[in-house]
């Protein structure tokens, strides 16, 4: 019998097998991906983590390039503040309702920088309008998440979010933004990092507790941060939009539900076949200084990030994606000291043991953390399809997973 279209019967079986694999490598894929994650917080080290971030954030306290006037030091993007955020979640999950020292170190430092707005130098006397609107956003982000613990909002919080506003640009090309450090380096200060300051300050706004977002007194401030992110949203990197995404899930509002589809689309177009995202995928056409290629494969902060952010959003752990990166992250945590790791943006760096080469690695263990205690929070009051009277009823289980009453 002759093959139709003078296909020969060798061609036709290349064809069926190139066809199964087709769908067997992503049905595997998925398979992996969709592995039950109700058992990850056995699978990663919050001790180790929490043993990492608090060596560094004391590392870089101390370290005398960071040191700055009246005996304070600089909040880092890298290190301090992804350090504030992710130190308490991994409290949480170690089942501590008390800050480490480092933890006091740095809302201590950040206090007194409120307290003494007026008087104290800014963080860069090159830049001071630029270290004052960054470092604004910066000290209320961590003084809010730290009122979090309480739930009451504090006087030194409602301070630092006073400054900040005080300093929101009201006209001009950053109307609704603020003037943010710009050394050329991607993330956090680069050409376009004004932008992720901003997604800072919401997020600020969306943690603090007492439902500080709904006070009268900032609806301005929130109608035209809202107005900068309507404006700028579609010259933005995707990495930037990341967190957009985050923040929100913090100020509902600032994104329709068109916005959040399309962020978290391309966030799963970037997705890797090992389950990881790479930062250099997220940076459009950013590049080293020193002209050496981005690092491509998977990192912790892209990951992290991604995985964090995505979960914010309301994508569920167990969505094929999301759990793929949680796997991710769980298998690349460093057995040697408690870390993920990533990639400068900037350079090669060459030397591992000088402080800067750490810097990505802090903030890419500070979101892997901050990832995986989400899906484990999610985990200790999971849900359970348990069939009574012919309705579907969620169970809340405790710790031994035994179901609460």
Not at 100 to 127: A, G, M, N
């Amino acid at each position: 019998m002759a093959v139709s279209g003078g296909m020969t019967g060798g061609m036709m079986k290349t064809r069926r097998v190139s066809g199964l694999l087709a769908v067997l490598i992503p049905a595997v894929f998925c398979a992996a991906c969709s592995r039950p994650t109700t058992k990850l917080a056995d699978s990663w080290s919050p001790q180790a983590a929490a043993a990492y971030l608090d060596k560094r954030e004391s590392t870089w306290s101390a370290w005398p390039h960071a040191a700055r006037d009246r005996g304070t030091f600089c909040v880092s993007c890298h290190t301090a503040m992804p350090y504030a955020l992710a130190r308490q979640a991994v409290d949480s999950a170690l089942r501590s309702t008390n800050p480490s020292p480092d933890e006091r170190t740095l809302v201590d430092d950040v206090t007194k920088r409120v307290r003494l707005w007026k008087e104290i130098e800014p963080y860069y006397k090159s830049q001071p309008d630029q270290s004052r609107g960054t470092e604004a956003i910066l000290n209320a982000l961590i003084l809010a998440n730290n009122d979090a613990r309480s739930g009451k909002l504090s006087e030194d919080a409602q301070l630092a979010f006073d400054e900040m506003w005080s300093l929101q640009q009201s006209a001009g090309p950053q109307r609704g933004a603020w003037q943010w450090i710009e050394f050329n380096n991607e993330p956090w200060e680069a050409y376009d990092s004004p932008f992720y300051g901003a997604t800072l300050a919401a997020i600020a706004v969306g943690s603090a507790p007492e439902d500080y977002r709904s006070a009268p007194q900032i609806q301005q401030n929130l109608k035209l941060l809202s107005e900068y992110f309507d404006r700028e949203y579609q010259k933005q990197t995707l990495l930037n939009r990341i967190s957009l995404l985050w923040a929100s899930a913090k100020v509902p509002g600032i994104l329709n539900a068109e916005q959040q589809q399309s962020i978290v689309g391309e966030i799963f177009g970037k997705q890797q076949a090992d389950g990881g995202w790479s930062a250099s995928s997220l940076v459009g056409t950013w590049k080293r200084k020193d002209g050496t290629p981005l690092v491509a494969s998977s990192d912790g902060y892209a990951t992290g990030l991604i995985t964090f952010a995505l979960q914010q959003a309301g994508v569920s752990r167990d969505d094929v994606h999301v759990s793929a990166g949680l796997l991710w992250l769980a298998r690349n945590q460093t057995w040697w000291n408690g870390d993920w790791k990533a990639s400068s943006l900037n350079k090669r760096r060459l030397n591992p043991f000088a402080n800067p080469t750490s810097f990505m690695d802090d903030a890419a263990t500070a979101y892997a953390v901050l990832a995986l205690t989400q899906a484990d929070l999610q985990s200790h009051a999971d849900i359970q399809r348990a069939t009574s009277d012919g309705h579907v009823q969620l169970v809340q289980k405790d710790d031994e997973g035994i179901v609460k009453k």
